[in-house]
């Protein structure tokens, strides 16, 4: 079996090199989904695509079976100011291989389609999907939401990150809201009007004073900030309207639509969210493969950051190969000795598991 996952590791490194050289941006990653999906079929998987997300399902799937999804994407943002190498030169130094999408989440995708590849003919406790999905960037409506309708029952998902191969057992969510306070115009020399910018300015320092009273042990407090703001036409004239934008991100222990409801009634301003859907999300400390993976030496903790999770209403962990402090950054790397521990990680995780 050491043979098998040293060859297995060895496609998974090629697969990502070919990866990061193809551009995937969000809404773009057609010829990336063609990659995945001839390296599937490659492996003798039976490889399924919608738009530019790809699946496969284990051979000896039994509806009897608990299923168990590997997830992860393969887009990736653009490449921001700063890259000192070619985003998509794949450029390989000794261990680190640096690439636009070699951490976020590109390591994550190429060793859960190993792990597929190494458990998909054997008769497991379990069925596996193993999907790479699109679009998770900008929680498009084409990426994972698109096809999860098509699996059927999930039973658990695992969500491809990079975590350092710890446990994401708990994930913030997301709310944008769009708050608008309403005035009257009036002429900025005299007495006159209600000026809808000093509405937005009291809404903004209550926000900035509140706290919502439920504290996750793990995510910390609902986090609330105002991110932008735009009011008036002319120096004159006292605005009758001021628009700004209120990112919030919850913790597990309220719903979206508590927080949408708490917040109307606390703030002068009309708020309109863009999404209810992005929730917090959280798996029990005692779920086996959480105890499963503290058993074997992995830390777990409560992560920041949105990924797909938010679209599952299953049990998931988030765990991956790779920092998630390297996302989005300049020079983005990888190391080949960190996507060869995750295959072995996630091998050992779920071999034998009985959920």
Known sequence: MAELISELSDTAVDLLI???KTPSFSREEANTASLIQEFLAAHGAVAQRRQNNVWAISQHFDDGKPTILLNSH?????????????????TLEGDRLTGLGSNDAGASAVSLLAVFLYFQKENNPFNLICAIT???EISGVNGIRSVLPEFGQIDFGIVGEPTGMNLA??????????????GKTGHAAREEGENALYKA????????????PEVSPLLGPVKTTVTQISAGTQHNVVPDRCQFV?????NELYQNQEIVDLLRGKLQSEIVPRSMHLNSSRISENHPLVKKGVAMGKTIYGSPTLSDQAMMPFETLKMGPGESARSHTPDEFILISEIRAGIREYIELLTGLEL
């Open 246 to 250: 209120i990112d919030v991100r919850t």
């Open 74 to 90: 393969h887009d990736t943002v653009k490449p921001g100011a700063g890259w000192k190498y070619d985003p998509f030169g794949a």
């Open 134 to 136: 699109a679009e998770e």
């Open 18 to 20: 070919r990866l990061i």
């Open 201 to 212: 300015l009291d809404d903004i320092q209550w926000l900035r004073s509140f706290q919502f």
């Open 169 to 182: 057992i708990a994930e913030k969510g997301l709310i944008v809201l769009d708050a608008t306070a309403h």
